[in-house]
């Protein structure tokens, strides 16, 4: 018998024509099951298919009943939706693979790649919970691992709940609920889907979890200690070098970062304030540089993980002495404490990685690239008419799409190619290529490569361009001296 990879999907909030809804979309279990290529790999964009669209309904009730109402609408969709799924987790089914035998597989949920706000609609649980363990507010900056909360936990307390208050007396049901730290969700799509918990398909997501939060928190508290000025000042004049962007205005007049520069500026942060800042306070920031960079590894050991576990004790050791530099300051004046919900999760990236492999697979960089193209540089070719430019997006990429793959089939029909793909291994053997479709090209007609590609991209000598920059000056040394 052969069991299945499980399912994977991810969870998007937008609005793109003035309508507010969310979207599910799932990878197949190529995607899922296999372990995370290089990150420089962009294929996997094409393995994403939309499941769904669910409407986010506004209710005429009074505010403090929207939340839960909404959150309710949610998981009743979520149920209709992989109720197929559902089935084959408890039952199984006969699933092909890419080489056309049947599988009999098995489907439950390995992973839900969601922000903060959305895992916390996923378990149903209140804004001050955390969505995979008992930490409460006041927890998120203990430094302590707290046991994790397990969905038939939460069922259970549902079920005392229903027993004490009925469900659809929504106040009190849900004034119930937040004695427990739970939402008010009665019904979470999770309580029949075998072998599916939240405190383990809900991932540790990348690029909000650590690289936001590292513009949210740590970039802001680098800004308090050394101030704007003298960071710009800093980060202005560091030399040019291969590899590492240089910020020629600096970098505390942007409001708004991409994950791009969220990168670049950890890149250097801690050798920017190095001599600035309090040594102390340096190594509080170092450690959670050092974290963050160690779970983005793309493979993982008992070593790694006890780095992990070790770099993120020596922040707790040392985050008092961000108090004390007075770093903590927001809108309503200076803080103490570090009750941040995302450092709560920081705890639970260990058992993560022990449990689903590492979390760079999870990261939503893909997706959220996607939006930029695949929807604002294709709206840019569209009439910008507010009513149809959704429609006419659609449009452009099915067409798109249809081209793509009438000039792939007619290429592989005049050589007379099986339609069969023969390469069975591609993930593994050719995870660098931005296009699995070329990596078959490769296999099957590598001459006839640049037919799909076009021509090869200009080389840029990086060397020449920032010796012959007018603010910059370039001195040889002689090896031998």
Known sequence: MDVGTGVELECSYGAGDGQTRSGVASMPKERS??????????????????????????????????????????????????????????????????????????????AYTTDLPEQQLIAAVSQSSSPVTFARTQDFGDGVTHPPRDARHTLQQLFKICQEVDPWDVAAFQKKCKEHGLLGVHLPFFRNWMFSDPSIFLVPELLHACHKFFFDHLFKWCKEVIGSRELDLRYKSMHKRVGVRHFASGVCHVQQMTGREHHDIQRTIVATIAGAA????????????????????????????????????????????????????????????????????????????????????HTTDVSERLLITHCKHTFERTSHNRNSFTEQIVRLLDHEERMRLFNLYALIRSHNISLINPATDLEQSHGTYVDPTLAWLQEVLPSEQMHLMGPPRPICNHFLKGILCKDSQAAFVDKNV
């Open 278 to 361: 309090p040594a102390s306070f340096v190594r509080a920031i170092r450690s959670l540089i050092k974290f963050i960079y160690l779970a983005q590894s793309p493979v993982h050991t008992q070593t790694s993980i006890e780095q992990l576990k070790v770099a993120l004790q020596d922040f707790h050791a040392n985050k008092h002495f961000i108090t004390e530099a007075e770093a903590r300051r927001t809108k309503t004046g200076l803080r103490t404490d570090f009750n941040i919900p995302k450092l709560e999760l920081f705890q639970s990236f260990t058992t993560t990685i022990q449990t689903v492999g590492s979390l760079i697979q």
């Open 33 to 110: 099951g296999g372990p995370r290529l290089d990150r420089s790999c962009d294929w996997e964009k094409y393995g994403y298919d939309i499941v769904a669209f669910m409407p986010i309904p506004k209710f005429d009730v009074h505010p403090d009943y929207q939340t839960i109402l909404q959150a309710r609408v949610w998981h009743k969709c979520v149920d209709i939706v992989c109720a197929s799924l559902k089935i084959a987790a408890h039952t199984g089914i006969y699933i092909p693979d890419p080489v056309g035998d049947l599988r009999y597989c098995f489907t439950p949920l390995v």
